[in-house]
């Protein structure tokens, strides 16, 4: 089954969702994703364009997911 990780990114007032990776990608399973999700995204954050945003939450999701709202 497809498993997606989710991060809610803030700077300022601004949020958004950014899928991080999923089970296609990166070959996360939801026990992974539920208990190494952190490290992932911080090693996400570090090397890409988002390394300013602050990571709000996150979420792992059973199947594909599209963000609610793309800046």
């Not at 990780?5 to 991080?20: G, T, Y």
């Not at 992974?32 to 792992?60: F, M, R, V």
Request: charged share 15%; glycine share 8%.
């Amino acid at each position: 089954m497809l498993v997606t990780l989710v991060a809610i990114l803030c700077n300022a007032q601004l949020c958004m969702e950014k899928v991080v990776t999923n089970s296609d990608q990166s070959g996360i399973t939801m026990g992974a994703c539920a208990t190494n999700a952190q490290i992932g995204i911080a090693d996400w954050l570090a090397k890409g364009p988002y390394h300013e945003w602050h990571l709000q939450s996150y979420k792992c999701i059973m199947g594909k997911y599209v963000p609610k709202n793309e800046v």
